[in-house]
């Protein structure tokens, strides 16, 4: 069985840096052919799926997000990481990780961890 856990600070101050980590078992990260994503949800909106790397290392991201996004991974662990530079209040959200056959679209998606909250607040 496939699972997968976010983690990270809770909290993070305005203009900060946040990053997660999701740690993967029951699965390798470079096994071709998955998508490993992370996905928000601010509250009181729809899921956004915010970027995704590869089996092979190569990073998509969400253009509305890609100039503060950054995903990268750790085979040795097996984690992949999230980091979104010069957050503000808007993103305040429950943060997600997934494993997908595409990277992009959500139905593709079949493995989702629990989700963390994370709030930027000072």
């Known amino acids: 069985q496939v699972q997968l856990q976010e983690s990270g600070p809770e909290l993070v101050k305005p203009s900060q840096t946040l990053s997660l980590t999701c740690t993967v078992s029951g699965a390798s990260i470079t096994t071709n052919y998955h998508y490993w994503s992370w996905i928000r949800q601010p509250p009181g909106k729809g899921l956004e799926w915010m970027g995704a790397i590869a089996y092979s290392g190569s990073t998509y991201y969400s253009p509305s997000l890609k100039s503060r996004t950054s995903i990268s991974r750790d085979t040795s662990k097996n984690q992949f990481t999230l980091q979104l530079s010069s957050v503000t209040p808007e993103d305040t959200a429950v943060y997600y990780c997934?494993?997908?056959?595409?990277?992009?679209?959500?139905?593709?998606?079949?493995?989702w961890g629990q989700g963390t909250q994370v709030t930027v607040s000072s």
């Open positions: 997934a494993r997908g056959n595409y990277y992009s679209i959500l139905d593709c998606m079949d493995f």
